[in-house]
């Protein structure tokens, strides 16, 4: 009878957590853990959103993991209907008809479902959403590595730091690695090493004087912060300009220069603090660094280029899935164990543009080097998880026929009267593409821009003038990458969707991703299947009597290492 009194005086995320832990004879051991209900906003505090994610993944049977390595993949804006479309996209390149193909991680055992709401919005950014991943703390839109508060706050924000698992692993003495093709200053990798109440901050010019005035400092040069011999071995990405003095020449382009002007080269303090390391800008530089004991690559001043862009010589930059087998090797070189964030930044980006070609092939790459991560490591040892920070307003709409292109026109049946191999038409005796989005750049009606009709990559206007009807597709090609889908709501740059994403795992631990949960229970999952983690936890006063990380670990603001007088 206590237990019964126990549960209902307990959140919904207790129940659930209590309901699932029957299921699995490793979490029997497990008991429930309580969580007050939260009665208002208020009530969740940063302590709380901790204590309920882990009462939720120890009640899923997290606690059961044994895992040695972890890989987390994270497709940024990565929603279902783009994982659908990629998947019938690259098996129609195979030579299938697309729909019975499936990508890398959908052939992983585990699979559960993500809500991605910030605290302080029903539709989320990547920087609130990676950092309840990464902390297992839900945030504000914005937010990197703190808990919910005001945005543009330095002083209250610096009270509430949250430690992220790559943080985490760093003090347990494992080997901790970021991959992105996103500048490593952007959101999603910012939140597992930087602590700001503003994404933006991403250099010292970005940083108002008076937040700067009171301690915070940008996102760039906190990746510096590490403990000596803690620091990770593994960062690629792009974002050059936020590393580089102003006034210093990019490597690559004559035209561009750095962007700091506090007058620091951090990859120079980076080869100073890591003097078996190398820095790396293109792939030829990547591969001749293999046997450095850490690798610093950044490959583009800005985000990398998009795998259709890119250049595939020697002299240009790596894909994904290189990146990612270079970050594999390397990490498991020395044996301790090691976490790894790989994010396909770009799928994002393309979405935002209104160009889903490009979403689609990110979303085909990402698949490739989760395959590759798959091939590297042992599902003995080495949970590999797969999700998304948001979604995005991509619809799949009409009826197109079994294998119809899915970036094409549709063509099939709207009434059973209708012949399968024409062009479905709208209303106004129009054709229409399968793939569209909800609003965007890629509205019809003239831009400053562009004129009437289809819009053709890239196209960021500032203004739009009210459409007049639906463009004749007919002699359009819909299937061209720089094609952009028509948007039913004029804007700038495409919104980010509220609906919930995809979570796929594989190797120990993975028996646990199951369910809808909210995004934070995934650090959760994560810790709890560590067997390192979550003694590191336990062994700093964390966990309750069970073992299981309940309580929110401390954390106190670092301020900017002492450096040497130049």
């Not at 594999?328 to 790989?342: F, H, N, S, T």
């Amino acid at each position: 009878m206590r237990f019964l009194t126990a549960g209902f005086a307990c959140s919904l995320t207790l129940l659930c957590a209590a309901c699932a832990s029957s299921r699995s004879s490793t979490a029997g051991h497990v008991r429930p853990i309580n969580v007050p209900p939260a009665a208002s906003r208020a009530d969740e505090t940063a302590q709380w959103w901790y204590r309920s994610g882990a009462a939720r993944a120890a009640g899923n049977g997290a606690m059961g993991g044994n895992a040695k390595n972890v890989i987390v993949f994270l497709g940024d804006g990565m929603s279902l209907t783009t994982v659908a479309a990629a998947r019938i996209l690259e098996g129609q390149r195979l030579g299938g008809s697309g729909e019975e193909h499936a990508l890398s991680w959908e052939r992983f055992p585990a699979t559960g479902l993500s809500k991605t709401y910030n605290t302080d919005s029903q539709t989320p950014d990547s920087a609130g959403t990676m950092t309840a991943v990464a902390t297992g703390v839900k945030s504000h839109m914005g937010a990197i590595g703190v808990s919910s508060g005001k945005r543009f706050d330095c002083e209250d924000s610096r009270q509430r730091h949250v430690q992220s698992w790559l943080r985490l692993a760093s003090d347990a003495g494992l080997d901790t690695g970021i991959v992105t093709t996103a500048r490593l200053t952007h959101a999603t990798p910012a939140a597992t090493y930087a602590h700001v109440p503003d994404r933006n901050w991403e250099n010292d010019v970005d940083v108002p004087d008076e937040a700067r005035a009171q301690g915070c400092r940008d996102i760039a040069q906190q990746i510096l912060d590490f403990a000596p011999g803690r620091a990770p071995k593994v960062l690629m990405g792009g974002g050059r300009g936020m590393f580089l003095p102003a006034g210093v020449r990019d490597p690559e382009y004559d035209d561009k220069v750095g962007q700091r002007l506090d007058g620091r080269d951090l990859t120079a303090e980076w080869l100073a603090a890591n003097p078996g390391g190398a820095f790396v800008w293109n792939t030829t530089q990547l591969r001749a660094a293999n046997d450095a004991d850490a690798v610093f690559g950044l490959f583009e001043p800005d985000h990398m280029q998009y795998e259709h862009d890119r250049n595939q010589g020697e002299d240009g930059e790596p894909d994904l899935a290189e990146m990612t087998r270079v970050a594999i090797e390397r990490l498991a070189r020395d044996g301790k164990g090691y976490v790894l964030l790989v994010e396909s930044g770009r799928i994002d980006h393309a979405n935002h543009e209104g160009n889903a070609f490009r979403a689609l092939d990110e979303t085909v790459a990402m698949s490739r080097a989760v395959q590759a991560a798959a091939e590297a490591t042992s599902a003995e040892d080495t949970l590999i998880l797969v999700t998304a920070d948001h979604s995005h307003t991509l619809n799949f709409v009409g009826y197109p026929t079994r294998g119809n292109p899915i970036l094409g026109k549709v063509r099939g049946r709207v009434s059973e009267d209708d012949d399968p191999n024409a062009y479905a038409l709208d209303a106004t005796g129009l054709t229409y593409t399968t793939l569209v989005y909800a609003n965007g750049p890629g509205y019809i009606g003239a831009s400053n821009q562009q004129p009437a009709g289809p819009k053709v990559h890239y196209h960021k206007p500032s203004s739009f003038e009210p459409a007049s009807g639906r463009p004749d597709l007919r002699e359009v090609d819909t299937e061209h990458p720089d094609f952009m889908q028509e948007a039913l709501v004029p804007m700038r740059s495409e919104s980010h969707g509220g609906d919930d994403v995809g979570i796929w795992a594989r190797g120990p631990g993975s028996d646990a991703v199951r369910g809808t949960v909210e995004q934070n229970v995934i650090y959760h999952l994560i810790v709890q299947a560590t067997p390192a983690l979550r003694a590191q936890l336990c062994a700093t006063g964390y966990c309750n009597a069970d073992g299981v990380p309940v309580d929110l670990p401390a954390m106190t603001p670092v301020d900017a290492p002492v450096r040497a007088a130049d």
